[in-house]
C-alpha cells in the first residue's frame, strides 16, 4: 500500500468527521502589541458545530511572510489553559513562553483552543468522549480534524509562509503534532516534546491509565503502530525529545520509534531529517531541549538568530 493510502486509511479510524472541504470562516475578535509580538484573537468556524478560539502571534520586528508554528497546546488536566499556553507557557515547559521565544526570531505562531478547553470547555472530556462514541465519532478525531483545518487557516493568510509551516506542542500537544504531521504534507518541520508515545509498549507496561480518554482511537492497533504513524512524516524533518524517566512515555517504546524511522529515513535518503534527542529527566522540557529546538528551527526555516 503507498504512502497516501496509508494517511487515507489513518484518518478513517478518526470516526465519522465533517467533510474537509467545507468552507472556513474567520472573525478577529481584538489585537494587541505585545514585548516581541502583536497578538491577535481569532474565533475561527472550521467545523460546523463547534467555534474555535485562537492566538495567532505575528512577529513585531520582522517582515512577512513569516515562517509559522502550528502550535498544539497540552492537556495535563488544565483544561482552562488551552491556547493561553503560547503566550504564557506552562509548569513543564521551558521558563520563555513559545510566543515570545518564536516570535523574537522571526516565526509566527497560532494555537487553538481543542474539543473541552480554554474557551471550548463546558462539557467534559468524558462526556464529549461517551458522546462522539455514541454517534460514530472519535473525540481525538474531532480534534485532529480541527488542526488539520487550522491548517488550512493558515494557508489563506497573506503573511504566512506557506512553503515555512511546521507544527509542536509537548505531552497532548506533542502526539498532535506527529499526529497531523502524518496527516498533512503541508506541515514541513514536526516538533514533538515528551509524547512519542509507543501504544504497544504502554499496553504492556499497564500505562494506559496516565492517558486521558481522549488519547484513544477505536481499532487503531490492527492498522498502525506509533512508528507506522510517524513513518508517514519521512522524508520531511521531524525532531523529538523525549525523557527516558518519563512514564507516560515508555523509553523501550521510544526505542522502537527509533529504530523503525531510522530504517525508514535511511531507505528515503534523508538519515539527516530524523532527530531524536534523550535526557535524564522525566515528563517537561529543559533550557538544553528549547535551545536544540530553536537550533532546528534555525536550520530547516534558514532564520537568523541576530
Known amino acids: 500500500m503507498n504512502v497516501e493510502k496509508r494517511r487515507n486509511q489513518l484518518y478513517a479510524l478518526l470516526g465519522d468527521l465533517p467533510s474537509k472541504d467545507r468552507s472556513i470562516t474567520?472573525?478577529?475578535?481584538?489585537?494587541?502589541?505585545?514585548?516581541?509580538?502583536i497578538l491577535e484573537r481569532l474565533v475561527l468556524h472550521l467545523n460546523g458545530t463547534n467555534?474555535?478560539?485562537?492566538?495567532?502571534?505575528?512577529?513585531?520586528?520582522?517582515?512577512?511572510?513569516?515562517?509559522?508554528?502550528?502550535?498544539?497546546?497540552?492537556?495535563?488536566?488544565?483544561?482552562?489553559?488551552?491556547?493561553?499556553?503560547?503566550?504564557?507557557?506552562?509548569?513543564?515547559?521551558?521558563?520563555?513562553?513559545?510566543?515570545e521565544e518564536?516570535?523574537?526570531?522571526?516565526?509566527?505562531?497560532?494555537?487553538?483552543?481543542?474539543?473541552?478547553?480554554?474557551?471550548?470547555?463546558?462539557?467534559?472530556?468524558?462526556?464529549?468522549?461517551?458522546?462522539?462514541i455514541l454517534n460514530g465519532q472519535v473525540?481525538?478525531?474531532?480534534?485532529?480534524?480541527?488542526?488539520?483545518?487550522?491548517?488550512?487557516?493558515l494557508t489563506s493568510r497573506d503573511d504566512v509562509?506557506?512553503?515555512?509551516?511546521?507544527?509542536?506542542g509537548i505531552?497532548?500537544?506533542?502526539?498532535?503534532?506527529?499526529?497531523?504531521?502524518?496527516?498533512?504534507?503541508?506541515?514541513?518541520?514536526c516538533i514533538d516534546i515528551c509524547g512519542l508515545v509507543d501504544y504497544h509498549s504502554l499496553i504492556e507496561d499497564r500505562g494506559l491509565e496516565g492517558h486521558a480518554i481522549y488519547f484513544y482511537v477505536?481499532?487503531?492497533?490492527?492498522?498502525?503502530?506509533?512508528?507506522?504513524?510517524?513513518?508517514?512524516?519521512?522524508?520531511?524533518?521531524?525532531?523529538?525529545?523525549?525523557?527516558?524517566?518519563?512514564?507516560?512515555?515508555p523509553s523501550k517504546g521510544v526505542d522502537r520509534i527509533d529504530q523503525h524511522l531510522k530504517t525508514i529515513y535511511f531507505k528515503a535518503g534523508a538519515s539527516d531529517a530524523w532527530k531524536l534527542f534523550r535526557y535524564p529527566i522525566g515528563h517537561f522540557e529543559t533550557a538544553e531541549m528549547r535551545e536544540e529546538i530553536k537550533a532546528f528551527l534555525q536550520e530547516q526555516f534558514s532564520i537568523s538568530f541576530s
Open 26 to 37: 474567520s472573525f478577529k475578535v481584538g489585537e494587541e502589541v505585545r514585548s516581541t509580538y
Open 51 to 99: 467555534p474555535v478560539p485562537a492566538f495567532f502571534v505575528r512577529p513585531l520586528h520582522h517582515n512577512g511572510p513569516y515562517p509559522t508554528i502550528l502550535f498544539n497546546h497540552s492537556h495535563g488536566g488544565k483544561y482552562e489553559l488551552g491556547k493561553k499556553e503560547l503566550i504564557d507557557g506552562n509548569s513543564y515547559l521551558y521558563d520563555v513562553p513559545y510566543a
Open 102 to 132: 518564536l516570535t523574537s526570531i522571526g516565526i509566527a505562531a497560532m494555537c487553538i483552543d481543542s474539543w473541552g478547553f480554554g474557551e471550548r470547555m463546558g462539557k467534559s472530556e468524558n462526556e464529549l468522549f461517551k458522546e462522539m
Open 139 to 153: 473525540l481525538w478525531g474531532n480534534m485532529v480534524y480541527d488542526h488539520l483545518r487550522a491548517i488550512d487557516y
Open 161 to 168: 509562509d506557506t512553503n515555512r509551516i511546521g507544527t509542536m
Open 171 to 189: 505531552s497532548m500537544g506533542s502526539t498532535m503534532s506527529w499526529w497531523i504531521a502524518a496527516l498533512d504534507t503541508r506541515i514541513k518541520v
Open 218 to 249: 477505536p481499532n487503531l492497533l490492527k492498522h498502525f503502530s506509533t512508528a507506522e504513524i510517524n513513518a508517514l512524516i519521512a522524508p520531511r524533518p521531524h525532531l523529538s525529545l523525549q525523557g527516558d524517566y518519563d512514564r507516560l512515555v
